[in-house]
């Protein structure tokens, strides 16, 4: 039999199907005389009530991190709102019913509200609210939290799962989740997805299929129940081959990204946003090689303030703690249009009003931008790149608006950290002359995808010069040695931030013409760290 | 009574735990704190309340600080605002 779901996080799970049975909790209406007893049979469960979250927050602390045990704190911050229990407790005064019932309804008003809201993520709290009033009324009725009935490990098939439920669980007893109800914002596809094991939403199960054997494909989003000995197979094999997989990967984080005979490289992450952040942490970077800032720009019906700007750097190279940060600077136009830019048509956009010259021609937005960054750079390790640079004399006068805007800030009394500041190679007018430009910035960036489209003037969005194209033409690798050659002479250390970085066929090349730092998205990190560490540059 | 304007830019604007953030903060003044909308108000003490605005990044919303201390307690939550939403 097989079961369509949603999955909210993919791997491969096979074991026992276990229908996780919930307490059943029966409110009844009832009526009390001495209500202002029942007021204090409601505060005195929702202490206890409060207690039991503080101790599940620090259960979650321990066994899955801050960020999911949160919950719980909030879940504690609600049952102190005034709202709430004022609504508690009117309703055992005025109508003179248990303290059961009223919460009974309580809960279900709060998560009514939240289930209306245009809003995914505040819809699924309505769960939250309906949670916290349960956990209440167990108190009162004296129930107990329920555990898993089980020795081995199952995957836990229920209606829907509340976060106090989910985390109660014996993790070692888990092998995935799959529920009929839920979302993929809910907190037991958050929980899934930081245990790290498949789980559906969606399914629309019938009981008997308790205690059958089963088997979760969180890549397709389908349960099998009872599957044949070839699906069982099939899925054994597929199961094998992401262990071996995850696990050599996972070797290789933490470990430096060094050739065998000892040549060590620096690996960076691409990143295009915020959101970002997290999956370069997980995949062990140890920086930002390119932070695309055109997000702020592209999201936004207007020009973002300096404030919006400098909120989006300063999180980024706080949440990197201290490892570098290379932000580029705005790069519109071409193939990235912004409507209030205002930018007029172009009849070959590539070669035409965009990024740097942009800046130039328009300071006030540049000085706009690079306040924003200079003041993040207080909080971090902050470096600039700047696109699209053909001349000495554009770096020269970037330089000028830099010293402008570090005068403004000195003027206002703000602070900066040390910045150091490269500039973008991927115009072969910057290949030529980049012993000049070595003189006068920290370093280069080799932006291989429009050094490649403008040296071998292949569009590379028109699919029939396929057939003329080549990623690794000479032309391209030349002109990365001679940047590598005069970079070095100039005193200018130089990364790659193309495509062609996370080109495992290339590393040794480049290790071999001496590049400093490949900055590579961040799924493709420990991939390349572990072609580095298969290079042998004596040979 | 103090008040300021600020619009957010935390990428997934006031959820749960933001929320739980400030209602703390604001619970921590002795004047009231009044959180406002699109016109609808609520008190920033009360998480349930404030998550029910649904504060998105790049809404802006309105701070009222009435009573005790109102002034400190609005330059310090605006300075919170900037640091934390």
Known sequence: MKMDGKSVFGGVAMGRLSIYKKNDQVVKRTRVSDTEAEVRRYENASEKAKEQLAALYDKALKEVGESSAAIFEVHQMMLDDLDYQESVTNMIRTQGINAEYALAVTGDNFSEMFAAMDDDYMKARAADVKDISNRVISVLQGIQDTELDSEEPVILVAEDLAPSETVQLDKSLLLSFVTRFGSTNSHTAILARTMNIPALIGVDFSEDIDGHFGIVDGFEGTLYVDPDEETIEKYRKKQEEEKEKARLLQELKGMPNVTKDGREIKLYANIGGVGDVPSVLQND???????????????????????????????????????????????IGADKQVDYFNLAHEDNPAMGYRAIRICLEQPDIFKTQLRAIYRASYYGNISIMFPMIISVDEVKRIQEIVDEVKKELDDHGLAYGDVELGIMIETPAAVWITEELAKEVDFFSIGTNDLTQYTLAIDRQNPRLDSFYDAHHPAVLRAIQMTVENGHKGGAWVGICGELGADTALTETFLRMGVDELSVSPSRILAVRAAIRDCDLSK | MREFTYTNTDPEGIHARPAGILVKRAASYACAVKIAKDGREVDAKRIMGVMSLGVKCGMEITVKCDGEGEDTAAAELEAFFKENL
């Open chain 1, 285 to 331: 970077a140890a920086g930002i090689g390119l932070f695309r800032s055109e997000f702020l720009y592209l999201e936004s019906d207007t020009f973002p303030t300096e404030e919006e700007q400098f909120n989006a750097y300063r999180t980024v190279v706080q949440t990197m703690a201290g490892k570098k940060v290379i932000i580029r600077t705005l790069d």
